[in-house]
T-cell receptor, first 116, second 112 residues
């Protein structure tokens, strides 16, 4: 099992540019989560999907952020336009059974985004 | 609304000393509680979890945590710290949904 795969590992971009972060969950996992980690705010849930359907996007900061899950094996988080305050580590996580908190989250290694 | 408070953003101990990382939660219903560990440049990994039943929960790497409802606490302990325990530790709470709410984390340093 390859685990949750995120790309790229590092992204450096200029303010105003579009940024797309990618995630491949573990095969067979029904739920997928996007988290953002910063020193100031810790780990924040941005959005999560169950069976490819967005369930809760209340953590998405603003309209500049959007997430999609076109199929069970792929998800994207897009920021357009990006701003320096978006600089953070973005984690994708998946879990095997959609409706149970008893299923541990499996995290990817994260994408470190720097917006200059 | 559910929330988690981790007291102390940094904890330093000597190798072989007791590790105590504090976590208090707020929840309107009986919670599910978790501790995750994050090693440098990696994602989080589950250390242990409390769902129901025994309030003392044992996890990997010799860690354990005790659910104390009266104190709304779920502190993480390990009797003897090892250098390899240096990492960031996150407490999290869930109210029977898919959502985990994480604390802000505690960075553990272990000195030789």
């Amino acid at each position: 099992d390859a685990g949750v795969i995120q790309s790229p590992r590092h992204e450096v971009t200029e303010m105003g540019q579009e940024v797309t972060l990618r995630c491949k969950p573990i095969s067979g996992h029904n739920s997928l989560f996007w988290y953002r980690q910063t020193m100031m705010r810790g780990l924040e849930l941005l959005i999560y999907f169950n069976n490819n359907v967005p369930i809760d996007d209340s953590g998405m900061p603003e309209d500049r952020f959007s997430a999609k899950m076109p199929n069970a094996s792929f998800s994207t988080l897009k920021i357009q336009p990006s701003e320096p305050r978006d600089s953070a580590v973005y984690f994708c996580a998946s879990s095997p059974t959609g409706q149970s908190p008893l299923s541990p989250l499996h995290f990817g290694n994260g994408t470190r985004l720097t917006v200059t | 609304a559910q929330s988690v408070t981790q007291l102390g953003s940094h904890v330093s101990v000597s190798e072989g000393a007791l590790v105590l990382l504090r976590c208090n939660y707020s929840s309107s219903v009986p919670p599910y509680l978790f501790w995750y560990v994050q090693y440098p440049n990696q994602g989080l990994q589950l250390l242990l979890k409390y769902t129901t039943g025994a309030t003392l929960v044992k996890g990997i790497n010799g860690f354990e945590a005790e659910f104390k409802k009266s104190e709304t606490s779920f502190h993480l302990t390990k009797p003897s710290a090892h250098m390899s325990d240096a990492a960031e530790y996150f407490c999290a709470v869930s109210e029977n949904t898919d959502k985990l709410i994480f604390g802000t984390g505690t960075r553990l340093q272990v000195f030789p």
